[in-house]
């Protein structure tokens, strides 16, 4: 298992997430192969890793309506 660096991460915010800062999801795109996805609310605390691949069918599920309530 490869470990990855994120103190110097670039993270950006997601443009699902609220404007007035509640729910908000930030991921960064700094990584080969990978999606480091992150509570911006505890940007100190864990970031969960997701294959590139797991996270592009996640984001086209999103865009796609699959999550509606």
């Given at each position: 298992?490869?470990?990855i660096d994120l103190n110097?991460?670039?993270w950006?915010?997601?443009s699902?997430?609220?404007q007035d800062g509640g729910a908000?999801?930030?991921v960064s795109d700094e990584f080969v192969g990978?999606?480091?996805v992150r509570d911006s609310k505890d940007p100190h605390g864990p970031a969960l890793i997701f294959p590139s691949t797991?996270?592009?069918a996640f984001v086209a599920a999103v865009?796609?309506?699959q999550f509606s309530a």
């Amino acid at each position: 298992m490869r470990t990855i660096d994120l103190n110097a991460a670039t993270w950006r915010k997601s443009s699902y997430s609220n404007q007035d800062g509640g729910a908000c999801v930030e991921v960064s795109d700094e990584f080969v192969g990978v999606v480091p996805v992150r509570d911006s609310k505890d940007p100190h605390g864990p970031a969960l890793i997701f294959p590139s691949t797991a996270w592009s069918a996640f984001v086209a599920a999103v865009k796609d309506g699959q999550f509606s309530a």
